[in-house]
């Protein structure tokens, strides 16, 4: 990968002339949001700010928190717009600027993106994607080579602020982002920039070995027994075509009591073989048939979910859906990946 710029630097070009620290330190009419479905990226860059600035932003979610990041400080000041609505519009309507952390167009923020355009407040986007809606915001600070949101955050507070205004809570927030955004530091993490701010945020003395446990150490008993059911019976593989699968119907997941979330990061599996190169994970729903796919090498599955599956995504991670039987949209997918 390109080396590029360091981020202080192009953060600094594209925030320009605009006083963006005054606006957040001296009102208390801040608002920040992130997106529907938050992941750990998400929660932490929004919370960092509420540790960081001393008038307590307020905090908005389209459908809140989820629970695996409750343990984050100050999780519980998050206003979650599925449960109060009304709060969280008003929030936007009366914010003087909105802080959009992690999301790069107003759909990612659903039944809230009226609010926030109609919003008179200066809206400022922090974030990390392709492909941003650049109108929909006055200021827009845009790297969609850095790991993470709260990479950018981090380097953002860093330039405006200094390193000594990140507290120990601010850290624990900006780290957990990096944490979730790269797996750990295995993808996304080409750039120096990331381990540089990692070295950063761990000498706030925060606590980075329980952080890891917190994000990855979720299992309950029956998620873990579910796993092992699906890896021996559920999984076909396809050494040949270095393709690898793995198919899950509406009986496995009430046999087990399992929920979609626990079935994420389930399909990384099928890439944990070495000669793999392409993994899916099929799963039925009531519905439809939900398809998710990774690549390893240069196989672009983005495309595929496209041509395919009614999806789209990443070139390496993608997803879509059939609405034809498991087992149509298994055959498809056999004869996308094995007879080609
Ligand atoms: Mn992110």
Redesign the pocket.
């Known amino acids: 990968m390109e080396r590029e710029l360091h981020p202080l630097d192009i953060i600094s070009q594209q925030i320009g002339s605009a006083p963006l620290k005054q606006w957040l330190e001296c009102s208390d009419r801040v608002a920040v949001i992130s997106h529907m479905n938050a992941?750990g990226?998400?929660v932490g860059?929004l919370l960092s700010w509420y540790h960081l600035l001393q008038h307590r932003p307020q905090l908005l979610l389209p459908n809140g928190c989820p629970p695996n990041f409750g343990w984050m400080p100050a999780a519980d000041k998050i206003v979650n717009g599925d449960a109060d609505r009304a709060r969280c519009e008003k929030a936007l309507a009366e914010a003087d600027t909105i802080v959009c952390v992690?999301f790069n167009t107003l759909s990612r923020i659903d039944f809230l993106a009226p609010a926030l355009s109609a919003s008179k407040g200066r809206k400022v986007l922090l974030?990390?994607?392709n492909d941003v809606q650049t109108d929909a915001f006055d200021i827009v600070v845009s790297l969609p080579h850095l790991s993470?949101?709260?990479e950018l955050v981090y380097w953002t507070m860093r330039l405006l602020w200094g390193e000594d205004a990140i507290d120990r809570d601010t850290a624990r927030c900006l780290y957990t982002?990096i944490c979730?955004?790269t797996g750990s530091f295995s993808y996304s993490s080409e750039q120096p920039s990331v381990y540089e701010a990692a070295a950063a945020l761990v000498g706030h003395d925060i606590d980075a070995a329980g952080i890891h446990n917190h994000i990855n150490d979720t299992f309950s008993e029956s998620r873990l027994r579910f796993y092992g059911f699906v890896l021996s019976h559920r999984l076909r593989v396809f050494p040949e075509s270095r393709f690898a699968y793995i198919y899950v119907t509406l009986e496995d997941q009430r046999r087990f009591g399992i929920t979609p979330a626990d079935m994420e990061g389930l399909v990384s599996y099928t890439m944990v073989m070495k000669q793999i190169s392409v993994g899916a994970l099929v799963r039925e729903e009531s519905a439809r048939i939900r398809v998710s796919l990774r690549s390893k090498h240069d196989v672009d599955v983005n495309r595929i979910a496209h041509t395919y599956f009614n999806g789209g995504g990443h070139t390496k991670a993608s997803g879509g859906h059939t609405t034809v039987s498991l087992q149509e949209t298994l055959e498809l997918l056999e004869s996308v990946f094995i007879h080609c």
């Open positions: 992941d990226d998400a860059s992690d974030d990390h994607h993470s949101a709260c982002g979730t955004d």
